[in-house]
């Protein structure tokens, strides 16, 4: 059988490994570990000539003696070699009543349990996994080493929108700078392609490590040479973007990112690359970064009726929309934040007008009619045609704008509840204005399913399904887990109806009881009523 002969340097020190090309991967590791004269729980890194992270495994590729490896210890075991005493003192720590405290407490454990309990088998088990992580990574980007990246269930960041309305500068300035130094960060291949698909889970990451990763989209899609985007433009206009976005229950700029990503991820699955112009993919992605920016929490219903100042100034024609795109192209009119800035006059006019266009087709009272313009051109629809195309690129940030429930339920479902928040904030405010409450939002009348069944079924599913006649390979990845939330739904509806039928007949008896036992006039009634209405 073959065998591999790998050169590499420890310290300085020339070593050579041997081993079959069969050679199981911890056999390979251990060999290594043994050539570094590492402990089980120290961590190796081995590098190429080139001085990049290479993976130690059954894998690796021959070399000779004078194109050597170099091998590292680059995080060691305490217990195996104890830390400079002089940097633990100065940062603090007595190694030695540390590892006492230690002690007793693993001690106090055993003592109290009987035996080690399951949780610290499970924090070892993650330790073990984290440390398998580190020394696979082929790169030292730790942006989103930490991530789980399954299918399994994150909580949401609690308590998002229990902030000032407009970000502070110190929450700006300390975001912005964990941006700066991210931002050169190595994103890896697993979440380069994890990015790409609509079960991306959003509540994972900080809203310094979603701009990398707005980033990392307008890379991967090759604008930054194409367009010729400098990356620091690049960067203050994504930080801008994320100033300028309210801390709100649900229009923030986390749903700035949903929306991106969601866009980003139809770009890939529908190959839109091969089929339109690149210009046409910049106006999209742009689009959906900028659709909701500066959005205060109340639509347009609100904006209308309350007769606000942008309801004034848009003549009630899509307050918020006009908005939005006002405050993008106000971002863009700064030399430090124009990613167009390097573009012709031609190709900036086309830019605006595409971006407007998306923007302004967010506005769901536009909803039926843009639906209806699309059927209507579906059996004829050419991609060389700019009518065409410009309807396809509304709709696709409308599905973008909505697509919540497309996604895993442990990931939407949590959404659902800071949009209803936001609704149940701007009803509120309807009724202490005597303003028209809007019926969807009014949380004595609307639950989580009753506000979700209609929606799905009259609004999502038709446009999801007109999408998907274009491009069928979409009916698995949006059609399919929107079908499984509309059933979702409908069941809690139904468990909802049925304990309120169950508890109608005790709320009777009660109702009952109380009237025998004791007589409310009509003038009490009246009296209280007009106490009530001076009270409000």
Same mark, same amino acid.
């Given at each position: 059988?073959? *065998? ?15 081993? =079959? ?22 961590? #190796? ?14 894998? $690796? ?46 001690? &106090? ?19 073990? /996994?984290?440390?398998? &992580? ?21 909580? =949401? ?20 700078? &964990? ?34 990763? #707005? ?15 400098? =990356? ?49 993919? #910049? ?35 899509? =307050? ?11 971002? #863009? ?42 059927? /209507? ?22 599905? /973008? ?49 009753? /506000? ?10 038709? $446009? ?19 079908? &499984? ?43 209280? *009523? ?7």
């Amino acid at each position: 059988m073959a *065998a591999k002969i790998i050169y590499f340097t420890v310290n300085g020190r020339p070593e050579q490994a041997e081993f =079959p090309e069969s050679c199981p991967a911890q056999d390979v590791k251990d060999l290594f570990r043994s050539a570094a004269e590492a402990g089980p729980h120290d961590i #190796l890194k081995l590098y190429n000539p080139k001085g990049n992270i290479i993976n130690i495994s059954p894998s $690796l590729e021959p070399n000779s003696p004078n194109s050597c490896y170099k091998l590292e210890v680059v995080a060691a075991d305490c217990n195996s070699e104890p830390l400079d005493m002089e940097l633990a003192g100065a940062l603090g720590f007595d190694l030695l009543s540390m590892e006492k405290r230690l002690q007793g407490l693993e001690k &106090k454990l055993l003592m109290e349990a009987g035996e080690t309990p399951a949780v610290v088998y499970e924090m070892k088990k993650q330790v073990d /996994s984290f440390r398998e &992580k580190l020394e696979s990574v082929e790169h030292l980007s730790w942006l989103g080493l930490f991530k789980d990246l399954s299918d399994e269930t994150h909580k =949401p960041s609690p308590f998002y929108h229990k902030r000032t309305l407009h970000k502070t500068r110190k929450e700006c300035e300390h975001v912005r700078e &964990k941006f700066v130094q991210m931002s050169s960060l190595e994103v890896s291949d697993e979440v380069r392609q994890y990015l790409k698909t609509p079960t991306f889970d959003n509540w994972q990451w900080e809203d310094a490590e979603i701009m990398v990763l #707005l980033q990392v989209m307008y890379t991967d899609l090759e604008f930054i040479p194409t367009f010729d985007i400098e =990356p620091e433009v690049l960067q203050h206009f994504l930080f801008e973007v994320y100033r300028r976005y309210n801390n709100i229950p649900f229009h923030n700029f986390k749903h700035c990112f949903c929306v991106t990503q969601m866009m980003y991820g139809l770009i890939w699955l529908t190959d839109l690359r091969s089929k339109m112009d690149g210009i046409d993919l #910049l106006i999209m992605l742009t689009s959906a970064v900028c659709h909701d920016l500066d959005h205060m929490g109340y639509n347009n219903a609100y904006q209308i009726n309350a007769r606000t100042e942008l309801a004034l100034r848009y003549n009630d024609i899509s =307050p918020l929309e006009n908005h939005h795109c006002a405050v993008a192209f106000e971002i #863009l009119e700064k030399a430090e934040s124009n990613i167009f800035r390097n573009l012709s006059v031609d190709q900036y006019k086309r830019i605006r007008e595409g971006i407007i266009k998306c923007i302004l087709a967010t506005d769901m009272t536009r909803h039926n009619e843009i639906l209806i313009k699309f059927k /209507s051109i579906l059996p004829t629809f050419d991609f060389t045609n700019k009518d065409h195309k410009d309807m396809l690129m509304m709709i696709l940030i409308k599905v /973008s704008d909505i697509s919540n429930e497309a996604r895993p339920m442990e990931v939407a479902e949590p959404w659902l509840d800071c949009l209803l928040q936001e609704f149940y904030n701007q009803s509120d405010v309807e009724k202490l204005e005597g303003l028209p409450v809007t019926p969807f939002m009014d949380r004595d009348k609307v639950t989580k399913p009753s /506000s979700q069944t209609g929606f799905i079924r009259f609004v999502l599913l038709p $446009l999801f399904m007109e999408l998907a006649n274009l491009f069928p390979c979409l009916e698995q990845h949006i059609i399919d887990p929107v079908r &499984k939330a509309l059933d979702y739904y409908t069941e809690m509806e139904k468990a909802l109806e049925r304990e309120k039928q169950n508890r109608a007949p005790t709320e009777k008896i009660v109702k009952s009881s109380d009237t025998c036992g004791g007589r409310h006039s009509s003038t009490d009634s009246q009296s209280d *009523a007009e106490a009530l209405k001076a009270d409000v």
